[in-house]
């Protein structure tokens, strides 16, 4: 079955890239806009947001027809030079030993394309399973509905009742991911609230925080972008709500 070959790379490594990313500045503002305030109590509004069902839906479309590709191009690449083939061919002239080896890769290949398409046809096979693509979604996917806003020149906090996010505007840092860690980037951009996080290896991600036309919704325009699938985009809509957001003990990103 296909996976995703992820490069292999040590955590000092990424730190030093990751700081002299950081050096090059930020673009975003730490000066808030005038008459720009986040801040207060929203509820995820999912009528009005897109529906992520049809995004994942879209996503496991697209990792069936490039796990099909990779198992055709897989099936169909030429033998290579040198070998001979897992049962080797002693006592034969070069070019009949060159011809087995050749028949022995191509049969270890049909071999191959026909185990992985027998596992993608199985019935409670997943192609996203291993996708750090769907990972990142489905992290953001698991917020709390409710979001606390707290708003100040010189931190913002983005409070889901299970997790507690704090960014200073127009700072850099470095911090964990999935798959090592990632350079951090947050800050204002126009009226919206930005947060870019890079990381060395996986998809970076774009949130942008702002208020609707009318100043009653919060509006979050959620970007991945492309890695083991094409960029994604979602816009998430939060209403103004008086109720008491529900806690858990939070836990900080």
Not at 81 to 87: A, L, V, Y
Request: glycine share 10%; hydrophobic share 35%; proline share 7%.
């Amino acid at each position: 079955m296909p996976i995703l070959r992820v490069p292999r790379f040590t955590v000092g490594a990424a730190l030093i890239v990751a700081a002299l990313a950081g050096c090059a500045g930020s673009r975003l503002s730490p000066d808030t806009p005038a008459d720009v305030r986040l801040e207060g109590v929203w509820r995820l509004n999912r009528g009005a947001s897109d529906d992520p069902g049809k995004i994942i839906d879209a996503m496991r479309a697209e990792a069936l027809k490039r796990m099909r590709r990779s198992i055709g191009a897989s099936a169909a690449s030429p033998p290579m030079t040198g070998g001979q083939g897992r049962r080797g061919r002693r006592g034969q002239s070069g070019g009949q030993a060159s011809q087995g080896a050749a028949d022995d890769q191509q049969q270890e290949r049909d071999e191959a394309a026909q185990q992985a398409a027998a596992a993608i046809a199985a019935p409670h096979f997943d192609p996203l399973r291993n996708s750090p693509t769907m990972h990142t979604l489905t992290a953001i996917l698991g917020r709390s509905d409710f979001l606390t806003v707290h708003q100040a020149p010189e931190q913002m906090v983005f409070d889901y009742g299970t997790t507690v996010r704090r960014y200073t505007p127009g700072g850099h840092s470095v911090v964990s991911s999935e798959t090592g860690v990632a350079d951090q980037n947050s800050g204002w951009k126009s009226k919206a609230y930005r947060i870019d996080v890079k990381p060395q290896v996986g998809p970076a991600v774009t949130e942008e925080y702002g208020l609707s036309p009318d100043g009653k919704h919060l509006v979050l325009k959620l970007q991945i972008g492309s890695f083991d699938l094409p960029k994604i985009n979602l816009t998430r809509v939060y209403d103004a709500t008086g109720e008491v957001v529900p806690h858990t003990r939070p836990s900080n990103e």
